[in-house]
Nanobody, 121 residues
Framework: QVELVESGGGLVQAGDSLRVSCVAS????????IAWFRQASGKDREFVGA?????HYAEFVKGRFTISRDNAKSTVYLQMNSLKPEDTAVYYC?????????????????WGQGTQVTVSS
């Protein structure tokens, strides 16, 4: 069992930076990958990136977003730079204890409650 809690969302302007966090509890942190997904209003939940032994990103965030983890704090971070209005969404972290495609939402069994990120133009 894994519990995830996101924080750090908010309202920012286009071009700003924001860091959201995901604190995990339960199973030994570091032994499973954690992903970030986002869901804009009226749209499907989409993969942003994931970190296991290394980080992987969706094409549309490469160069702007960075995922890192602090195992001592059981925390994964999503650093978002050069934010755009189209990045507005609820951001979720997710974890899986089994094998699967990291970019596939069906791989993940544990989800946080989400944190709202709003980027104004």
């Amino acid at each position: 069992q894994v519990e995830l809690v996101e924080s750090g969302g908010g309202l920012v302007q286009a071009g700003d930076s924001l860091r959201v966090s995901c604190v995990a509890s339960g199973r030994t942190f570091g032994s499973y990958p954690i992903a970030w997904f986002r869901q804009a209003s009226g749209k499907d939940r989409e993969f942003v990136g994931a970190i296991g032994w290394s980080a992987h990103y969706a094409e549309f965030v490469k160069g702007r977003f960075t995922i890192s983890r602090d195992n001592a704090k059981s925390t994964v971070y999503l650093q978002m730079n050069s934010l755009k209005p189209e990045d507005t969404a609820v951001y979720y972290c997710a974890a899986t204890l089994r094998e699967g495609v990291l970019s596939d939402r069906n791989t993940y069994d544990y989800w946080g409650q989400g944190t709202q990120v709003t980027v104004s133009s």
